[in-house]
């Protein structure tokens, strides 16, 4: 492995952090009116496989020696975007789904996903973890995976 920003590494991951919450925290309310007037299946497979690419990007610095920090807040702002598409999303899609009386109760069941699917994210990321192994592959197994559930998602997501 190398530390992609030598000895700031701390202060601008921080800053990297930043950069995708405050993105996909102003996203997620133009995401939420885009949402609400084009076709859900289109806007949540784009999201999902634009979240997939922009991950996967971040672990190609590895591989292309990329050390320039603007590199890494250009995907993160990317993905900060494409992830917004989602939340907004899939509660319009969910609430075609399910009647007002079962809807707390499903919505709940949902959000489970966020939680779980960071802790499966971590487990698969983990493997790459170590200082000897080349962590670009720490962001582009889980894109990989990610894009082709955007591709189930476009397949089978089924509007109602």
Known sequence: GWPPFGDYAR??????????LFTYAVALYFS????DRVNLRYFLTFGTIGSGVSAGLLGVAYFADIHHFSYFVVFQIMGGIMQSTGWPSILAVMSHWFGKQRRGFILGLW????????ILGIVISSFWADAESPWGWAFIVPALITVVYGFIIFLFLNIG
């Open 11 to 20: 202060t601008l991951l921080g800053s990297l952090d930043y950069s995708w």
């Open 32 to 35: 939420g009116w885009i949402g």
């Open 111 to 118: 959000t489970m996903s966020a939680p779980l699917g960071s």
